[in-house]
């Protein structure tokens, strides 16, 4: 792999120890701000992890936090730095949605979600880059250049939220929003080594994003380990239960979803990890035969027809043609074409496979399975191949993370352990609708299991 030529943030801290720092006056808001803007900075040119960084709004707002740290008025997440995607909406720095189309764009007010961690003293350090409209699963750009996976630069982050999970692996950042609507939280997370929460379907609003397919959008959150996340996920009014319930949970493990297969090195984690984890919780297999059929497929048909309305009702066919780039614009080619019986077969899938998960989650708590069945592909790539199965990139990265969209159920993606010099891979957890706190727990005791990670005191 390629080392790394970029300065991570000093210490690699968690969110917790820095707001430990900051409480105890070790650094000023203000420091650490400048600080985190240099690390982005060399993280924008080694790996073009950041779309807009806005040195004069972060600045202005760590001075404030170091005025409220004097005089004890500091708020949960005081003077924190934290990378927005740049899908989701800004007051007043640049947010492009990826595309040409909307450069120089400032939005007028934040997002719902930037708000509510605004509000709460975070300090927004910039906009991290993201596939145009987020439609796509490598953060790659015609127009504004790839991002590159920070572990080896021939190799993609994966997308959408490329540049929060880029920007986190390379030490610029502890935490970042990204936004979810077919793993592109996930999936980046699993690629650059990160950790990556998908909550219930709307429990955090979308209000401010630019949607790609409503029905299966959600805001996401990611961060170096469970705790950064879980840290974020609690000044977001997710509250993580105290008891030891985790303990008397059972996993379902499921090692493949449809035809695609795992890679051999994606495999032999998985399977340790498995193997550890039965040390400590009650595992049983779960068959995954029909119940993901045709849920990939529907799942492709909801974007399609979802992210054409969105599209089409914001922009002429001439603007898109001109401005967006070629793959985006060949989708909404094809959508235009589209008719409602798809649609409503796809929405039928969904209502079966909803019903069908609920059921298999009456005799388990979790489920477990791999988050993508390969490792970051190169740069470039538009196809496949694992094992006998070919296929497209999409497909391929996709298959283990969508039907959770579809459903709405809460997942998140923690690293597996892996070799000296192996690119990462990674576990998905999910849980019922609504048990959000609950899954952030068991994935910091999982993550403690297969890592031994240690946690502060809070």
Not at 139 to 168: C, H, Q, V, Y
Not at 176 to 192: F, K
Not at 252 to 268: C, E, K, N, S, Y
Not at 273 to 296: K, N, P
Request: proline share 6%.
């Amino acid at each position: 792999m390629n080392a790394p030529d970029f300065a991570p943030m000093p210490d690699a801290v968690s969110l917790r120890g820095l707001r430990h720092a900051l409480l105890a006056r070790r650094i000023t808001a203000t420091a650490l701000t400048e600080q985190v803007l240099k690390a982005a900075e060399q993280s924008r040119r080694a790996v073009n992890a950041f779309a807009t960084i806005d040195w004069d709004h972060a600045l202005k707002a760590a001075a404030e936090s170091d005025r409220r740290y004097e005089n004890g008025t500091a708020r949960a997440l005081e003077g924190l730095p934290i990378g927005v995607k740049d899908l989701i909406d800004t007051r007043g720095i640049e947010t492009c949605y990826g595309s040409a189309a909307y450069r120089g764009h400032r939005p007028t007010a934040d997002a719902d979600v930037v708000h509510s961690l605004v509000d709460r003293g975070a300090i927004v350090i910039g906009k991290t880059t993201t596939h145009e409209f987020a439609w796509g699963v490598s953060t790659s750009s015609m127009r504004f250049g790839d991002t590159l996976n920070p572990l080896d630069r021939s190799r993609i982050p994966g997308g959408s939220s490329g540049g929060a999970a880029a920007s986190i692996a390379s030490g610029a950042l502890t935490v970042g929003l990204g936004t979810d609507t077919g793993g592109s939280v996930r999936i980046p997370a699993a690629l650059c080594g990160v950790v990556g929460f998908k909550p219930t379907f709307d429990t955090l609003s979308t209000r401010g994003v630019f949607p790609l397919a409503p029905t299966c959008d959600h805001v996401g959150l990611l961060g170096r380990q469970v705790d950064d996340v879980l840290w974020l996920a609690n000044a977001l009014f997710i509250d993580v239960p105290e008891s030891d319930a985790w303990l008397s949970a059972r996993l379902g493990v499921l090692r493949q979803i449809g035809p695609v297969p795992l890679a051999p090195d994606v495999a032999t984690a998985f399977d340790a990890a498995i193997q550890r984890l039965a040390r400590t919780f009650a595992c049983q297999d779960v068959s995954s035969a029909s119940l993901f059929d045709g849920v990939f497929d529907a799942f492709a048909s909801i974007v399609l027809v979802e992210g054409g309305i969105e599209h089409f009702r914001r922009s002429s066919w001439d603007r898109i043609a001109a401005e967006y780039e070629p793959e985006t614009a060949d989708r909404l080619r094809r959508a235009q074409s589209m008719d409602l019986r798809p649609y409503a077969a796809a929405q039928d899938t969904r209502r079966r496979f909803v019903a069908d998960l609920h059921d298999v989650m009456t005799r388990v708590d979790y489920l477990v399975l791999p988050t993508c069945p390969c490792t970051a592909p190169p740069l470039g790539a538009s196809t496949l191949d694992i094992g006998h199965w070919s296929g497209t990139l999409r497909e391929a990265l996709m298959t283990y993370t969508a039907p959770f969209n579809v459903a709405g159920f809460p997942a998140i993606s923690i690293p597996l352990p892996a070799a000296e010099g192996a690119l990462p891979s990674a576990l998905q957890i999910v849980a019922r609708p609504g048990d959000d706190g609950a899954l952030l727990q068991i994935a910091q005791q999982i993550e403690t299991l297969l890592n031994n990670v240690p946690h502060e005191d809070a």
